[in-house]
């Protein structure tokens, strides 16, 4: 039996590709290796979104390409984001590789390794990114078996100035609403627990399904209630809600709801009106400051994370301390900060007005210091306090520590929640005294 190893680099909705090419194969007989060494194929799923997931993409390549040169397998394939948008220039500076796949034709990796080992001289596989799994899709959760990513759409139908995702993604394609719910039911069927709903604006969902039919009534409304109503299913967590499409029916719904968390996961990007305009952003200052009042009167315990984006062409240092202001002011519990980086093909990247470096890397430093502040007082109220906790297993520091999530902690972005008295089994919930805190992470023990 071939077996392949799996290097899935970028976003949760990339891994869910890597999740559908790993089914794929296995329904044809292969199995999946946990490392490269014991591969006979290893494919590398790339990300290509900023210079430095495109670096790391490369770097990982080129590592395989070593340990292929070294005897140490047999083929190196490279698929997703990066292959998608620089296709000609990969194939000709990466001859290690010995086939390149898209981000349109990843679910036909079956046909192609069968292909290459039948002699097949193709190297090349690129076709428009339009496709989108069914609930039939064949997929395996590489999560731990509690929880798991679920993909409602493809692609976006924002233009941000600063964005290549629809050079590489395409427009919009939402998934029907059955089609998700059933799939939703497979992974709490197989024991999932919590779902992480993943598209590249929530927000946006089911507009291109109603655009085409107007008794369509894919929404994200109507997608909330009937996930809501899945049965066995604790957590439900949204990633990737772009505040100029949550509205007051949908805080509402989360709101009142005992599954769906209510944690916001909201990219603001800027705050000041004229980067925000610059960005292709549509919102204003004031009308963020009142979607965020919104969300904190209806829902006083609500937990908002966001990132932004400092050094976008033609950011005055005035505009900068708006932004750093802004931030004090609104305590958000959780803050990310990205360097601009100038992307082919995109607004921002054609301006002339770029931020030096030096300036981007300072105003970076100068956000997440004052962030850090904030997120270690926010995390001082919760010592004391006991919290449901959704244990995950060994603490990644100590196999003395037991390590889970709260609710207000997503998975590889967030912090964790360290347990240090008292046992428990992998995918329980447990009720945890708080006891500790730190700038991103608790610590707590297991109430008995």
Not at 38 to 59: H, L, P, R, W
Not at 73 to 96: I, M, N, S, T
Not at 258 to 282: A, G, S
Request: charged share 30%; aromatic share 6%.
């Amino acid at each position: 039996m071939k077996s392949v190893h799996f290097v899935s680099l970028g976003c949760p909705k990339n891994l869910v590709d890597s999740e559908i090419m790993a089914g794929t194969l296995m329904n044809e007989g292969y199995t999946i290796a946990p490392d490269a060494e014991g591969a006979d194929t290893v494919i590398v799923n790339t990300c290509g979104f900023i210079e430095d997931a495109k670096q790391e993409s490369i770097q990982k390549i080129l590592e395989m390409g070593r340990a292929k040169e070294d005897g140490q397998l047999r083929r190196l394939v490279v698929a997703g984001c990066l292959a998608q948008r620089y296709k000609d220039d990969l194939v000709k500076e990466l001859p290690e590789a010995d086939l390149f796949i898209g981000s349109g034709e990843f679910q036909n990796i079956a046909t192609i390794l069968r292909g290459h080992d039948s002699g097949e001289i193709k190297r090349t596989f690129f076709h428009l990114p339009t496709f989108l799994q069914q609930e039939s899709t064949p997929r395996v959760n590489s999560q731990p078996g509690h929880r798991a990513y679920l993909k409602i759409s493809e692609g976006c139908m924002k233009r941000c100035a600063f964005c290549a995702i629809p050079l590489i993604r395409g427009n919009l394609q939402s998934r029907t609403l059955q089609n998700i719910v059933n799939e939703a039911k497979l992974l709490v069927a197989g024991g999932v627990q919590e779902l992480l709903v993943v598209s590249h604006d929530f927000t946006d969902f089911g507009w291109d399904l109603r655009r085409k039919d107007p008794t369509a009534t894919e929404s994200p409304e109507t997608l909330l209630r009937a996930l809501d109503a899945v049965p066995g299913l604790k957590w439900i967590r949204l990633l990737y809600l772009y505040p100029d499409g949550i509205t007051d029916e949908m805080i509402d719904i989360i709101k009142n709801s005992q599954k769906i968390l209510k944690y916001f996961d909201m990219p603001l990007q800027h705050v000041n009106n004229q980067m925000l305009k610059r960005m292709n952003r549509k919102m204003t200052h004031e009308e963020i400051t009142e979607r965020l009042a919104k969300i904190r009167s209806e829902i006083p315990e609500a937990v908002i994370r966001t990132q932004f984006i400092v050094g976008f062409p033609g950011e005055t240092e005035e505009e900068f301390q708006e932004l750093l202001d802004f931030v004090k002011e609104q305590q958000f519990d959780r803050v990310g900060c990205f360097e601009y980086s100038p992307e082919e093909q995109t607004p921002g990247g054609k301006m002339t007005d770029q931020v030096e470096e030096s300036v981007k890397k300072d105003r970076h430093h100068r956000l997440m210091t004052l962030q850090k502040k904030i997120s270690k007082k926010r995390h001082k109220k919760f010592v004391g306090q006991e919290i449901d906790v959704l244990v995950e297993g060994l603490s990644e520091e100590s196999e003395l520590l037991l390590q889970g999530r709260s609710s207000f902690q997503a998975p590889d972005i967030d912090g964790v929640t360290y347990i240090n008295k008292g046992t428990a089994k992998v995918g329980e919930m447990r009720r945890v005294r708080i006891t500790g805190s730190f700038e991103y992470d608790l610590v707590g023990e297991i109430c008995e």
